[in-house]
């Protein structure tokens, strides 16, 4: 798995009535764009992340990455 910043991470849920989770990707700390990610949700809460098999990066249109 290979992001940058402003790349978007989808999160499946893994269990029946678990939803979809959507983070954006606002600094890569591993190399040449590997995990873990830091990201920050809708709410503004950050984290870092080291996604599984579950997610899937979405990555931003070039012109619209946020740095």
């Not at 678990?18 to 606002?26: C, L, R």
């Amino acid at each position: 798995m290979h992001a940058t910043t402003g790349d978007r991470l989808l999160v499946h849920g893994r269990t029946v009535g678990q939803h979809d989770h959507v983070v954006e990707i606002i600094e890569v700390l591993g190399d040449h764009g590997d995990p873990p990610y830091r990201v920050r949700d809708d709410s503004g809460h950050e984290a870092i992340l080291s996604p599984g098999p579950d997610a899937v990066v979405r990555h931003a249109e070039p012109g619209k990455r946020t740095r």
